[in-house]
């Protein structure tokens, strides 16, 4: 059973930055996908970014691109999410997700929590 584990979250202030970061259990094959989907208080769960395990290729939601970068470290079977110019509406659970879709969820994380404050 893959089992994916996050870590990184905290809180910051608007403008800030923080990194997530997610192992995962076993080495990923090359066409498998990680991803990052969050769950904002009171608001449904949204696709985050994704990258593909073997070429490194990304996918971002317009909300987050140019101001997030997700990538992957193969030696370290990790993703990673770094995160910059956090705003208020970026406060939320955030899940490492692995899977075979650009929106990969057949796995999930714990979740790890980032408040941005204004």
């Known amino acids: 059973q893959i089992q994916l584990v996050e870590s990184g979250g905290g809180s910051v202030q608007t403008g800030g930055s923080l990194r997530l970061s997610c192992r995962r259990s076993?080495?990923?094959?090359?066409?498998?996908?990680m991803g990052w989907f969050r769950r904002a208080p009171g608001k449904e769960r949204e696709f985050v970014a994704a990258?593909?395990?073997?070429?490194?290729?990304?996918t971002y939601a317009d909300s987050v691109r140019c101001r997030f970068a997700i990538s992957r470290d193969r030696s370290e079977s990790a993703a990673y999410l770094q995160m910059n110019d956090l705003k208020p509406e970026d406060t939320a659970d955030y899940y490492c997700?692995?899977?075979?879709?650009?929106?990969?969820?057949?796995?999930w994380g714990q979740g790890t929590q980032v408040t941005v404050s204004s």
């Open positions: 990258v593909r395990w073997g070429t490194g290729g990304t």
């Open positions: 997700t692995g899977g075979t879709s650009w929106r990969p969820q057949d796995a």
């Open positions: 076993g080495r990923p094959y090359s066409s498998y996908i």
